[in-house]
């Protein structure tokens, strides 16, 4: 944990600073270009969408997020006004679109998949800290700064909205407005971007946690961390754990014991259809 920590931390820095145009921030931006092109594919389905609905519904998975943030906010929206990650991601859908395979190969890919989301993770966390509750603790309006949930909310946002008016739109596939149904199950990806947020707003603002809880230092540092470690856990599951325990154990014993009944079954069945047919 504490090799992982170190790694992370190295990466966020350089993530998390205001200079985007450095290696890591282009390898988080890549990875969550690619990781939301895959995204829109599987919303997509079989439909197919024109040039300017696919282009707008890659835009709202990718950074719709913190731009509802920034709007929210009255700040002009972080990575529009940034045209080396417009370009970047502009770029990223027109290959998504020539090569689609190619992403979901490199989904379902165990090492690949773990690149992508371990970049794609820290570009989340960041957007989660600095530029969602973050960017309410300090805003001009003295209200808005010292508000627990404009932080919270903030933070949510900025971590998972871009999905979330996704899914009430239905701008990845038929246009509709119904409720986001990641939201109206509450999914895991919700519920870790929620934790995340409440965390962080909880322990990296003074006001709220003293003097009650203590200070924690380096508080976005440990956050991303965790968020992080938590991603790395559920894809090594997904691709070890489903798949290398799904004919071991309880799952397969039930089937052997429940033969013999079965087997009664179908035998007395079998004895029965010819009476039947008789009295027909």
């Given at each position: 944990m504490d090799?992982?920590?170190?790694?992370?931390?190295?990466f966020a820095e350089f993530a998390d600073s205001d200079d985007h145009h450095g290696p890591v921030p282009h390898?988080?931006?890549?990875?969550?270009?690619?990781?939301?092109a895959t995204l829109l594919l599987r919303l997509q389905g079989k439909e197919r969408l024109s040039y300017a609905q696919s282009l707008c519904a890659f835009f709202v998975l990718a950074i719709?997020?913190?731009?509802?943030?920034?709007?929210?906010?009255?700040?002009?929206?972080v990575f529009f006004i940034d045209d080396h990650i417009v370009s970047l991601y502009i770029?990223?859908?027109f290959i998504s679109l020539r090569m689609g395979s190619l992403f979901e190969r490199a989904e379902s890919s165990p090492l690949a998949a773990l690149a992508l989301h371990f970049f794609s993770d820290i570009s989340t966390a960041v957007a989660i800290t600095r530029l969602g509750?973050?960017?309410a603790g300090s805003h001009r309006n003295k209200h808005v700064r010292e508000s627990f949930f404009a932080s919270l909310l903030c933070g949510f946002l900025s971590g998972c909205g871009g999905t979330l008016v996704a899914e009430a739109t239905g701008i990845a596939s038929k246009p509709h407005?119904?409720?986001?149904?990641s939201l109206a199950k509450f999914s895991p990806q919700l519920r870790k971007v929620l934790a995340m947020s409440f965390l962080y707003t909880l322990f990296s603002r003074t006001t709220f946690v003293s003097p009650y809880l203590p200070s924690v230092a380096g508080i976005r540092e440990h956050v991303i961390t965790t968020f992080v470690a938590i991603g790395v856990l559920e894809h090594m599951t997904a691709f070890t754990g489903a798949g290398g325990h799904a004919g071991?154990?309880?799952t397969a014993a039930?089937?052997?014991?429940?033969?013999?009944?079965?087997e009664a079954k179908r035998s007395a069945i079998t004895s029965q259809s010819p009476r039947r047919n008789k009295r027909a």
């Open positions: 090799t992982l920590h170190a790694v992370v931390t190295a390898l988080s931006h890549i990875a969550h270009g690619i990781t939301s719709g997020g913190t731009t509802i943030c920034s709007l929210l906010l009255g700040n002009a929206p770029v990223i859908h509750a973050d960017a407005l119904s409720f986001p149904r071991h154990g309880d039930k089937p052997t014991r429940r033969t013999p009944r079965r």
